[in-house]
């Protein structure tokens, strides 16, 4: 059960975002814009749509800017309403006050699995979500939102949840993959987990992705979990063996992955979220056809020898 105060989330970020370099140099990956807001604020929202009210964020060196983002600005505010921008203010005031904020820092970045066992003064012996910003997940119209359909599912079957995704076979060494049993629609109970997997390796289609409700015997996982693959303290291989002890869940969760953990992905999460905004979808059209790219009927990009370019 969770406890009196209703449910918390965890947001590792201590993570270096090389590769957005230089973007990066001075502003945390989190806070680079993805439309309007910045990514972490997806994530934000998410876990508190789906009923968190403490949101602990473990952080590292140059993230202050996070911190700035989720806390009051009296004085923007207060700029604001003397601009008579009083629906700015009322945004800007609104982002302090979606949830309780809280930070820890992870000293180094030693790994995924660290910094979820930095988060661990703040779970106090109860089970917790897990969301990593870079994959911005929007669920479809009427669904709950991602990190909700893992809670759901640890209310009704205890244990601990991961998101699960089918992704195609050459694509699985970039990813957790799973080795379990299809229990029901959509849920499999996991019995062992392998990261980035080789060719000959792969144990089925289906990959973990960046969202977690766990028990919080991971925590002594964690502890014990030998260093893993450059001497980082990996999440994969405390799941590994809490699967043995205790219910691991995967759900293939409903909705739309935006992954924006590379330049290349961020551009394509920008241009998906831009079409699927009515303000913005015609603006994408018109440049694309300014620039040579004619659209054709059926919203193709089309470029100009005929070859159709995405959909
Ligand atoms: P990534 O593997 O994406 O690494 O971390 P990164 O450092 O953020 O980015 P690159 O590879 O240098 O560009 C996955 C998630 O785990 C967090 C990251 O902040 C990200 O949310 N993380 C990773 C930590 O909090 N601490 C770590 O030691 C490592």
Redesign the pocket.
């Not at 180094?108 to 995924?112: A, C, D, M, Q, V």
């Given at each position: 059960m969770m406890g009196d105060r209703g449910r918390k989330c965890l947001?590792?970020?201590?993570?270096?975002?090389?590769?957005?370099l230089p973007a990066?140099k001075e502003i945390p990956?989190?806070m680079l814009p993805l439309i309007d807001k910045p990514i972490i604020q997806y994530g934000v929202e998410e876990a508190v749509r789906s009923g968190c009210v403490e949101i602990v964020f473990?952080t590292?060196r140059g993230k202050r800017a996070i911190e700035d983002h989720f806390d009051r600005s009296i004085e923007l505010e207060q700029l604001l309403l003397e601009k008579g921008k009083a629906d700015c203010a009322r945004i800007v005031k609104e982002i302090s006050e979606m949830a309780d904020f809280a930070y820890v820092r992870?000293p180094?970045?030693?790994?995924?699995g660290?910094?979820v066992l930095c988060g661990e003064p703040f779970c106090r012996g109860e089970p917790f979500g897990v969301i990593?910003?870079?994959d911005v997940m929007i669920s479809p119209p009427g669904s709950p939102p991602v990190l909700e359909q893992l809670f759901l599912v640890h209310d009704r079957m205890g244990g601990s949840v991961v998101a699960l995704e089918e992704v195609p076979l050459e694509e699985a060494g970039r990813y957790g993959m799973i080795k379990g049993e299809l229990v029901e629609k959509g849920l499999f109970r996991i019995e062992d987990l392998v990261e980035k997997p080789g060719p000959g390796g792969v144990p089925s289609r289906y990959a973990v992705m960046?969202r977690y409700v766990l028990s919080p015997t991971i925590f002594r996982h964690l502890k014990s979990s030998a260093a893993g693959a450059g001497d980082?303290i990996q999440l994969t291989d405390a799941l590994k063996v809490l699967a043995k002890d205790e219910p691991l869940w995967g759900v293939l969760y409903e909705g739309e992955r935006f992954d924006c953990?590379?330049i290349e992905n961020w551009l394509k999460a920008t241009l998906g979220m831009a079409l699927e905004r009515e303000d913005l979808r015609d603006i994408v059209f018109c440049e694309l056809k300014r620039l040579g790219v004619l659209v054709g009927g059926d919203g193709a990009a089309v470029s100009e020898d005929g070859n159709v370019r995405s959909s």
């Open positions: 947001f590792p970020v201590a993570g270096m975002g090389t590769r957005f990066t990956k989190e473990v590292g992870q180094e970045p030693l790994g995924l660290h910094a990593l910003p870079d960046g980082e953990g590379t």
